[in-house]
């Protein structure tokens, strides 16, 4: 969106908004945002030897292929959780059979996608497993979200009833700020609006079942709304269409997990 003229608009991840921010000073003048879409889960899938994240300082862990989520968010997070390791951007299936005949020097692959990812549903060998991640050394940076995996989500490498505690990284519909009424302003609105018009289709079973929880109406906080997408709840506000956006009152794991959080830094502060 920022250097190829002809793109309009780009899923991007909050991390990677905030390495441009310090890249490209007024950011916030050229990027508005659509929706906030549902996170993305941090997978760190390793070989039985490896038993926490600090075995692995120094092994090879693979990001993907470079362009991918996990290629540029993966070793951001690893920088700040301190952990060098000796990065690897070849295409995961590659990446994963050498882990699995313990040829290739690799010991850890990081997936950020939404769960499940299909790779983790077929057969491993016994002790390879999910790596725990903890939210609390996130947290203060605003950017990702708790989150984990469950024995539902992967039952041939998670017990049953138990889970692996992870984060999560928040993905946002960001589009070009185009002058309203400009030809390429015009083209986005129509694309918001037909996004917005269908949102409860995407609500429905057959869609990413994380659509569920995308909340119309949520902010992202550093960036302004796209005015077509604005105007568009703005409407939908006055014609009392409240069902637009998410309204589920049970709350989502994501946001469970935060309330513990919550919690936990409350009493950990007095």
């Given at each position: 969106m920022?250097?190829l003229?002809?793109?309009d608009a780009?899923?991007i991840?909050?991390?990677a908004?905030?390495?441009?921010k310090?890249?490209v ?5 050229q990027i ?5 879409l ?7 899938f390793v ?8 075995d692995?300082v ?11 989520t996990?290629s ?5 997070i690893f920088d700040r959780?301190?952990?060098?390791v000796?990065?690897?951007f ?18 850890a692959?990081?997936f ?6 299909t790779?983790?549903?077929?057969s ?5 497993h999910?790596l725990p991640?903890?939210f609390k050394?996130?947290a203060a ?5 708790p989150?984990?995996l469950?024995s ?5 490498l998670i ?7 992870t984060?999560?990284i928040?993905?946002v519909?960001?589009a070009?700020?185009w002058?309203v009424g400009?030809d ?6 129509r694309m918001t609006d037909?996004?917005?018009d269908?949102?409860n289709?995407l ?8 659509w569920k929880n ?6 992202v906080?550093g960036?302004r ?11 939908a506000?006055?014609a009392g269409?409240?069902s637009?956006?998410?309204t589920n009152?049970a709350?989502s ?5 935060y309330r513990?959080?919550l919690?936990?830094r409350k009493?950990?502060q007095?």
């Amino acid at each position: 969106m920022l250097y190829l003229r002809g793109v309009d608009a780009a899923i991007i991840n909050t991390d990677a908004l905030d390495q441009f921010k310090k890249l490209v000073p007024n950011i916030q003048g050229q990027i508005t945002y659509i929706l906030s879409l549902y996170p993305s889960e941090l997978h760190i899938f390793v070989r039985p030897e490896i038993h926490s994240l600090n075995d692995l300082v120094g092994k090879a862990v693979n990001f993907n292929t470079p362009g991918t989520t996990a290629s540029y968010s993966g070793p951001l997070i690893f920088d700040r959780l301190k952990i060098a390791v000796s990065k690897m951007f070849i295409p995961h299936p590659i990446a994963m059979e050498d882990m699995r005949t313990g040829r290739g020097g690799i010991e850890a692959v990081v997936f950020i996608t939404s769960k499940p990812v299909t790779a983790f549903l077929r057969s491993w060998p016994p002790g390879f497993h999910f790596l725990p991640v903890d939210f609390k050394d996130f947290a203060a940076s605003g950017f990702y979200l708790p989150a984990r995996l469950t024995s539902d989500d992967y039952p041939g490498l998670i017990p049953a009833g138990q889970e692996v505690r992870t984060i999560a990284i928040p993905t946002v519909l960001a589009a070009y700020n185009w002058p309203v009424g400009s030809d390429r302003y015009k083209r986005l609105a129509r694309m918001t609006d037909r996004l917005f018009d269908r949102l409860n289709e995407l609500h429905q079973a057959g869609f990413q079942p994380q659509w569920k929880n995308v909340n119309a109406n949520a902010q992202v906080p550093g960036l302004r709304r796209f005015p077509a997408a604005q105007d568009w709840l703005d409407r939908a506000h006055l014609a009392g269409a409240s069902s637009t956006a998410n309204t589920n009152d049970a709350p989502s794991d994501e946001e469970r997990l935060y309330r513990e959080f919550l919690e936990w830094r409350k009493h950990h502060q007095q």
